[in-house]
């Protein structure tokens, strides 16, 4: 059972382009929802978190959308860089439990 | 502050054999989880330890088996490796309760041949 949907696979722009990955989640007793950029051969960072209490959180560049009632989340990336070309990971987790259940990932390619 | 440390990075093993791989906390973090990482499967949870006792186990076989020692390092063991058990091995370190945020390790990248 696939607790935490993410889509889409992949996702080309180009730089200035603002993606959009979405997350989709069944678990109401989440409340924690982090987002993570991961780079070939490097493990995963964390990048911006949301608990259920805010609707969005900035930082930077990302903002984390967070839609309580749908049990939906997504990462926006302000003016994208191909830099910020890397696999994106959503993920949630309950209460003190350090479990992390991850979405499948996102590939982005932002091309200059 | 060093970040997560995975020792070894690479790893080359052959079916049947064992394998340990290790894991350094962020400095002053209680808690470690590990992850396996697979083009397939995507990121699946392993087992946490907090204060040197497993809080959570994910739905991996009883070959896959952990410890945390005083100190907070940790160590995950497979035994009787399979070929699937081809896969990036990645720790994370969290600093306790009520702190959720978790720092990944580079990984462990184990080949089973």
């Known amino acids: 059972q696939q607790q935490v949907k993410q889509s889409p696979q992949s996702l080309i722009v180009q730089k200035g382009g603002i993606p959009i990955i979405n997350c989709a989640y069944e678990n109401t007793a989440f409340d924690y929802f982090p987002w993570y950029q991961q780079f070939p051969g490097k493990g995963p960072a964390l990048l911006i978190a949301i608990r259920p209490d805010v609707s969005e959180k900035k930082e930077g560049r990302f903002t984390i959308s967070f839609n309580k009632s749908a049990k939906q989340f997504s990462l926006h990336i302000m003016d994208s860089q191909p830099g910020d070309s890397a696999t994106y990971f959503c993920a949630a987790s309950e209460g003190s439990n350090y479990k992390l259940t991850f979405g499948k990932g996102t590939l982005l390619t932002v091309n200059p | ?113």
Request: glycine share 12%; net charge positive; proline share 4%.
């Open chain 2, 1 to 113: 502050k060093a970040g997560v440390t995975q020792t070894p990075r690479y790893l080359i093993k052959t079916r049947g054999q064992q394998v340990t791989l290790s894991c350094s906390p962020i400095s002053g973090h209680r808690s470690v989880s590990w992850y396996q990482q697979t083009p397939g499967q995507g990121l699946q949870f392993l087992f946490e330890y907090f204060s040197e006792t497993q809080r959570n186990k994910g739905n991996f076989p009883g070959r896959f088996s952990g410890r945390q020692f005083s100190n907070s390092r940790s160590e995950m063991n497979v035994s009787t490796l399979e070929l699937g058990d081809s896969a990036l091995y990645l720790c994370a370190s969290s600093r306790g309760p009520g702190r959720a945020e978790a720092f990944f390790g580079q990984g462990t990248r184990l080949t089973v041949v």
